[in-house]
């Protein structure tokens, strides 16, 4: 029914809009030479094409350079537009191809390089930046398990259920009439349907699940999608739904793009550098060309270049390093008008670590509970500790889900320790995940995500949910002084250290990823103006006595489970 709804009310939706507003006059503007109109157009149609082409590519580091090729061709073409009622249509088509373009060029290729694991997966970065929860975050999470033509496919097909494209706008982007595009749809969410009970088992308590992953990477791939298919189609546990599940379909309408992340800029004025000066920094030829012409306009939020060429790009220089700010007890009150004063965990009253003696040089102790900071209030400067890489058994991202999962880190960079809490499945005391075998030095440099796993999430009742579960399921509870932990939790090592699932009572999984300070400080610095429900915080002071992990040890126990749950290096 709505998707004949909305095909019967297209004839009204065929004018130009995004975000509810109608561009007509504004391109007609850019097609006259209106240089603050062209600059204005390309702002606004910038986060429609990096959804279209994030999803279709999953975040793979081509991202970026098939969004400018995009933007570019569109503003070279601009002038042959010969009606501004078909922009939207004409640039979700110019994105298709240049989407099918990159493939073409790249079959010999996997999406799954080396340069892929440089990227942000796009599955993650929409939970993020969205904050969904639910079967809204396994639908975005299923998105990893489809092949090329069905994540292109769902690019479009995600804008047109939340109204951002039409069922014709789809089809022409597509090169393929309505009907077949109607087919074509059908079999893409049946696959995508597969996808989400994946997702699902995965995030269930399956006794079986270890054994039938044993040998997977954690990465999804054609060939695991159709042996957990299997296993699911088989398996009591994971085949019955604990709760109803909702169509895909009903569960994006409405939903808003996802932002453009920090750091991505329609615009870089690069002054008197020279062509060679450019290409030491890594500009690509058609940039290094553009910026070379004559004559450069630079308007508010955009760089056009006499003869039409129109630079989208990152800066290329990374943020110079800042003077260290640790967190400080004003820094980390927790102000009640965006959080409930009663967390549902037992949280214990706050206490202040106490300072390292000067026989005690390495880290802080950190069995202290900690206060949530103000919402708005942006982080101290993250340090730029030595990057050097780091290696992971469980590759580039190791998902454990179940009590005994662990993963051995090595090398000297940072760490992403992401959490996940499924309190709809098991309640109750949470038995916190353990450190161990440490050599050398590991620091507990930031927390991100966008928000704590206590804070309230959108929508939710007076009695209010969180990460830690909610009034109609029941709540995670963390052992007495333990921090709460935030969505990302980032560390820097430098050694060798084990981390260890210890999950019994709770239901919960973490995915560790080898990360970077670049990740790390863009992570922090994303906020409520970008959609998230606060900044992160940086904990870093940038010396040895810096916080060390929560429940850190040297030692190699039998079970890490009986690690002390208060604990010193």
């Known amino acids: 029914m709505a998707e004949k709804v909305r095909s019967e009310g ?24 209106d240089r603050r109109a062209l600059d204005e157009l390309v702002a606004g149609w910038l986060p429609l094409v990096y959804n279209i082409v994030g999803r279709a590519l999953n975040g793979h580091a081509d991202v970026d350079d098939v969004v400018q ?28 191809r240049q989407i099918r373009d990159r493939a073409r060029r790249r079959t010999s290729e996997t999406l799954d390089d080396g340069a892929g694991e440089q990227a942000a997966d796009f599955a993650e970065l929409t939970v993020l930046r969205l904050q969904l929860e639910g079967q809204r975050r396994e639908v975005a999470e299923a998105v990893r398990w489809l092949d090329d033509e069905d994540r292109q496919l769902l690019s479009l097909w995600w804008l047109e259920v939340a109204g951002e494209l039409t069922r014709r706008e789809l089809a022409a982007a597509v090169g393929i009439s309505r009907q077949h595009a109607a087919v074509r749809v059908q079999r893409m969410k049946e696959r995508l349907e597969t996808a989400r009970g994946i997702v699902r088992a995965l995030d269930s308590s399956c006794p079986d699940l270890p054994e039938v992953t044993a040998r997977w990477s954690g990465r999804p791939d054609s ?31 409405g939903i808003a793009l996802v932002p453009v992340p920090v750091g991505f800029t329609l615009s870089l004025a690069l002054g008197g550098k020279t062509a060679a000066a450019a290409t030491g920094v890594g500009w690509s030829a058609k940039v290094i060309s553009a910026l070379t012409k004559p004559a450069v306009a630079v308007t508010a939020g955009a760089t056009i270049v006499a003869g039409g060429a129109y630079v989208v790009t990152r800066p290329p220089d990374k943020p110079p390093a800042r003077a260290a700010v640790a967190p400080t007890a004003a820094s980390t009150a ?44 942006r982080p101290g400067a993250l340090p730029h500790r030595t990057e050097s890489g780091i290696t992971s058994t469980g590759g580039a991202k190791a998902v454990m889900q179940h009590r005994g999962d662990g993963v051995t880190l090595s090398g000297r960079g940072y760490v992403l320790v992401r959490w996940q809490i499924s309190p709809k499945s098991r309640p109750g005391a949470l038995v916190m995940p353990a450190w161990t075998r440490l050599e050398g030095k590991l620091f507990h440099v930031a927390s991100g995500g966008g928000r704590r796993m206590d804070d309230a999430l959108a929508g939710s009742p007076d009695g209010y949910a969180t990460g830690m579960g909610g009034p109609d399921i029941g709540y995670a509870v963390l052992p007495s002084g333990t921090q709460q932990m935030w969505q990302n939790e980032y560390f820097y090592l430098d050694g060798t250290v084990t981390l260890t699932v210890n999950e019994r009572g709770a239901d919960y999984g973490l995915i ?28 870093d002071n940038g010396e040895d006595t810096a916080p060390v992990p929560q429940y850190l040890t040297r030692s190699t126990p039998t079970d890490p489970a009986t690690v002390a749950q208060r604990s010193r290096v």
């Open 10 to 33: 297209e004839a009204t939706m065929e004018r130009t809009y995004v975000d509810g507003r109608e561009w007509r006059s504004t391109i007609a503007a850019a097609q006259a030479g």
């Open 69 to 96: 090729e995009t933007m570019l061709r569109a503003v070279d073409n601009l002038g042959s537009l010969r009606d501004p009622d078909s922009f939207r249509s004409w640039l979700v088509a110019i994105a298709m």
């Open 512 to 539: 560790v990823f080898p990360s970077s300070w670049d990740e790390a400080n863009k992570d922090v610095e994303t906020g409520p103006a970008q959609g998230a429900i606060r900044y992160g915080l940086v904990r």
């Open 334 to 377: 927790r102000p009640p008008s965006r959080t409930p004063a009663a967390t549902p965990s037992a949280s214990p009253s706050s206490s202040s670590s106490p300072s390292p003696t000067r026989t005690d040089v390495y880290g802080t102790v950190v069995d202290a509970v900690d206060r949530a900071p103000d919402p708005d209030a």
């Open 223 to 253: 060939v695991w999608r159709k042996r957990l298919a299997r296993h699911i189609r088989g398996c009591a546990s994971c085949s019955g739904a604990r709760e109803a599940v909702v169509p895909a379909e009903r569960l994006l309408v």
